[in-house]
């Protein structure tokens, strides 16, 4: 059975910082592309970072500078380190595992947690 399961959201004020893990099982995650995705309410889901089986890692422009993905394939779990919080992040993010590092693949894959909710207060 696979699971991913995040921790690690919670309420922060503008600027501040947030580290959200991915805990996964029943699958090799050296085998998938990992990602995260979130979702506000009344928008869609919005593809946040991913990173390939060699490391290699991408961002959405929304992100870019301010969000670090990694992941440590021996304890099967990714991260996403979240600096300069803005309002605007505000929404419940999901990790997600895919078969190739493909934004739509990313956030309408059937491998994804029940997500962790992130709050930014201005």
């Known amino acids: 059975q696979v699971q991913l399961v995040e921790a690690g959201g919670g309420s922060v004020q503008a600027g501040g910082s947030l580290r959200l893990s991915c805990a996964v099982s029943g699958i090799r995650l050296s085998s998938f592309c990992m990602g995260w995705f979130r979702q506000a309410p009344g928008k869609e889901r919005e593809g946040v970072a991913q990173?390939?089986?060699?490391?290699?890692?991408s961002y959405s422009d929304s992100v870019k500078g301010r969000f670090t993905i990694s992941r440590d394939n021996a304890k099967s779990t990714m991260y996403l380190q979240m600096n300069s919080l803005k309002s605007e992040d505000t929404a419940m993010y999901h990790c997600a595992a895919a078969s190739t590092c493909n934004w739509n693949i990313l956030i309408r894959s059937t491998y994804r947690g029940q997500g962790t909710q992130v709050t930014v207060s201005s």
């Open positions: 990173i390939d089986y060699e490391g290699g890692t």
